[in-house]
Nanobody
Framework: QVRLVESGGGSVQAGGSLRLSCVAS????????MGWFREVPWQDREGVAV???????SYADSVEGRFTISRDNATNTLYLKMDSLKPEDTAMYYC??????????????????????WGQGTQVTVFS
């Protein structure tokens, strides 16, 4: 069974940094398309950054140049390094993975339902 476990969230002042981690288990890690999504109450979940199974990254415009997605195949871990954080980055961040479906940061909420595997989320709060 596929399992994704996020960690690394917390509270940070605007301008600060955090690094989120997502440890994956239960499948051939290197074959999966993976990514980070975030959700704020009463708003649609949105894509943040994704990484194809070939290692190609894509970012939402709102985080381009501030966030970096990466993966360590040796430890089956996906990372999201977040720099220059802003209050509007405050959200619950979710790790996602799918073997067949290539993720994009601009996926609609309807398209996100096709993603097979999700973590439980980690909260990021940025205060000014």
């Amino acid at each position: 069974q596929v399992r994704l476990v996020e960690s690394g969230g917390g509270s940070v002042q605007a301008g600060g940094s955090l690094r989120l981690s997502c440890v994956a288990s239960g499948y051939p890690y290197g074959t999966m398309h993976m990514g980070w999504f975030r959700e704020v109450p009463w708003q649609d979940r949105e894509g943040v950054a994704v990484l194809s199974n070939s290692g190609e990254p894509s970012y939402a415009d709102s985080v381009e140049g501030r966030f970096t997605i990466s993966r360590d195949n040796a430890t089956n871990t996906l990372y999201l390094k977040m720099d220059s954080l802003k209050p509007e980055d405050t959200a619950m961040y979710y790790c996602a993975a799918d073997e067949l479906y290539r993720l994009t940061p601009w996926m609609s909420v309807v398209a996100q339902k096709l993603i097979e595997n999700w973590g439980q989320g980690t909260q990021v709060t940025v205060f000014s």
